[in-house]
């Protein structure tokens, strides 16, 4: 497991729905899903909405490197990426992802059958929350919010010497060039609606 010098955002959990006894979550790719994975249960999320933006943020996207492999929609994944609530992230091999996650979460307690079918009913109600029909489906005000805070935490993650490296390596690099220019047009927005 290599740790990257980045915390976890504060939301991430409760936006992808983890419950709050468990410690570590991973994501990755798979199956034209992104999906998060507590060693118990694992399950799709946004990808427009969450995964995307998160797994190209500067803040995240600098210290992968282009051996880390989280998967796509024609490869399975190799590597997957550790969060621990309010801690740290890590890049882990994907094959030792789920011996972590089981190790290090307590088995959850089974479902009451209110909360399937209340599990049930959010997805019906919000699928694009879920990684379904994105391309038909806005996720959630709930979840977008959410959402864009995860965003801002991982934003005040970018360090002046990360932006200047960033922006040297992305003169030879056409994926860090255009996770800069992603950046420049967030806080061009930012910028724009404070005036």
Do not use: C
């Not at 989280?70 to 994907?94: E, K, Y």
Request: glycine share 4%; net charge neutral.
């Amino acid at each position: 497991m290599r740790k990257l010098p980045v915390r976890t955002p504060e939301k991430l959990f409760d936006l992808l729905g983890i419950p709050e006894e468990v410690k570590y979550a991973a994501i990755y790719y798979q199956g034209s899903n992104p999906l998060v994975d507590t060693g118990y249960s694992v399950r799709s999320f946004s990808y427009y909405g969450l995964y995307e933006p998160m797994i190209t943020h500067l803040a995240i996207f600098y210290y992968l490197g282009s051996n880390v492999n989280l998967g796509s929609d024609d490869f399975p994944p190799t590597d997957a990426l550790i969060f621990q609530r309010d801690g740290f992230i890590a890049v882990q091999d994907w094959k030792k992802t789920e011996y972590f996650l089981r190790k290090n979460n307590p088995a959850p307690q089974p479902k009451s059958e209110e909360e399937i079918k209340q599990w049930y009913e959010n997805i019906k109600k919000n699928p694009a929350n879920f990684g379904s029909f994105e391309i038909f489906n806005k996720v959630s005000p709930d979840f977008q919010e959410l959402s864009i805070s995860v965003i801002q935490d991982l934003d005040k993650q970018v360090t002046k010497e990360m932006l200047h490296n960033a922006i040297e390596i992305s003169q030879s690099s056409p994926p860090l060039y255009f996770v800069l220019n992603r950046l420049m047009s967030r806080i061009k927005r930012t910028i724009a609606d404070k005036n």
